[in-house]
């Protein structure tokens, strides 16, 4: 063995493997045969075109979350239109500066939308109510001058029950002026829709579940979200779930829909 | 018989240019026994053989309007098996990691309790090689390449080629010479 050169070394390795035959399984030439009967279907699936198309698919992707700007926009103009119409409706109440009743319209029909409590929900009432009780305290200034003279005469001749009401009465027509204005907010709400989560995540994010939001109403576009979170006293609360089949909202929620 | 052979075979290259399948599968019929002892050669199991002899032959019927008659038909087949080789070699390499030296001599002994040494037990041994050894020593020493070649194949340089070739060669030896001790180096001469 050690006197053996390479040369010969080589020359028997190939002497003895030069004729060598196996005879392959019977598969083979079926799998030649298929490989050569359809080409296409293998160019179909090669590598070179799934890496095409998960670039087409990244890259669209890429353009679907680039898309945030025009939502808010649209939202913006969206948001003037209740205004209008709300002073219309309670011609009593000029005096409110002008530039004030939007922005608390915008307020309460946020309110209306976010909170989803029980509690929650008498609280944003109870801030109205106090909020009507402080205009007609600035509202009764003006009218009690010339209330009171009338207020006097009657006094003499009709009892003193009937005179009552009469405040009364004008106290109570502010906050049923009021309830319309609150559904008329949530007709708008309800009418936009697709709006809805842009304005959820427009006051910014400040929590995870506002995050969440942002990011599945960018995601699902469907009135009620495959996830929905919302802020109480309590802390950040799952409000709503959608899975299709199953559609679970908190019961605030249900009542407004 | 070698030259009925040969005709039978140019005959069958010419249904192979007009892509006929009967001449197809009478061509894999003839030479694909031959072809897959080629391959086994290169390849680490027979299932890795079959898949290069596989990929090999599609190449054959796919480029057979390529071939030029320079040198036989058959020879054309067999560089292209080897190509194949050279090539499902490459690919494994770019995943696997080369393995070390070490473990090549650390490789256990196994099925070499034969008398007489014949071709399926030497192919045991080059089949037990590391890939890289594998490579160079089966162009070189079995069919004949350069090592300026072997380098160009396999993409490395002409000097690694030969350490390859001479490493391969040690590691051969050591384990026909554990294999067969005295009768084997009688057998050797």
């Not at chain 1, 309110?111 to 609280?123: D, F, P």
């Not at chain 1, 944003?124 to 009218?143: I, L, R």
């Not at chain 2, 030029?68 to 190509?83: A, C, Y």
Request: charged residues 30%; contains cysteine.
């Amino acid at each position: 063995m050690q006197t053996m050169s390479d040369k010969e070394f080589d020359a028997f390795f190939r002497e003895k493997l030069d004729g060598f035959e196996v005879a392959p399984s019977d598969a083979v030439w079926g799998r030649i045969a298929g490989e050569l009967a359809e080409p296409a279907k293998k160019r179909v699936f090669s590598p070179l075109w799934m890496a095409a198309a998960s670039v087409v698919v990244i890259m669209a992707a890429g353009f679907w979350f680039m898309r945030p700007v025009k939502p808010i926009q649209l939202r913006a103009a969206n948001v003037t239109e209740p205004a209008p119409r709300v002073e219309q409706s309670r011609p009593v109440e000029e005096k409110v500066p002008a530039d004030a009743s939007p922005k608390k319209e915008s307020f309460l029909e946020r309110l209306a939308q976010l909170k989803v409590g029980k509690n929650n929900q008498g609280r944003g009432t109870a801030v109205m109510k106090e909020k009507s009780v402080e205009n007609d305290y600035v509202q009764q200034p003006v009218g009690s001058p010339e209330e009171t003279p009338q207020q006097i005469t009657v006094l003499a001749t009709e009892t003193f029950t009937d005179i009552k009401p009469a405040p009364v009465s004008g106290k109570l027509k502010i906050p049923d002026h009021r309830k319309p204005v609150i559904a008329l907010a949530e007709d708008n709400a309800a009418k936009e829709g697709d709006s809805e989560p842009a304005e959820r995540s427009r006051p910014g994010i400040k929590t995870v579940g506002d995050l969440v939001n942002f990011v599945v109403a960018k995601v699902d576009k469907r009135k009620d979200k495959l996830i929905e979170f919302s802020e109480n006293e309590e802390g950040t609360l799952i409000s709503g779930i959608n899975l299709g089949v199953l559609k679970i909202k908190a019961k605030n929620e249900d009542k407004r829909n | 018989m070698n030259l009925s052979r040969k005709v039978t075979i140019d005959e069958l290259l010419d249904g192979c240019r007009r892509s006929e399948r009967r001449s197809q599968e009478l061509l894999y019929k003839l030479l694909a026994s031959k072809m897959l002892g080629v391959c086994m050669r290169y390849a680490k199991d027979r299932y890795e053989a079959e898949d290069i002899l596989q990929m090999g032959f599609v190449k054959v019927f796919q480029k057979v309007k390529e071939f030029k008659e320079q040198g036989s038909f058959e020879g054309w087949i067999r560089r292209i098996m080897v190509n194949t080789a050279i090539e499902v070699y490459r690919k494994n390499q770019r995943m696997l990691n080369v393995v070390d030296i070490d473990e090549v001599y650390d490789m256990p002994q196994e099925m070499f309790d034969m008398n007489r040494l014949e071709a399926k037990d030497l192919l045991a041994l080059i089949q037990h090689l590391s890939g890289g050894y594998r490579m160079v020593f089966n162009l070189y020493a079995i069919e004949g390449y350069s090592h300026k070649e072997i380098g160009e194949q396999l993409g490395i340089t002409e000097g690694a080629s030969k350490s390859q070739l001479s490493r391969a060669r040690a590691v051969l030896k050591e384990k026909l010479i554990k294999m067969e001790g005295a009768t084997h180096a009688n057998y050797v001469g």
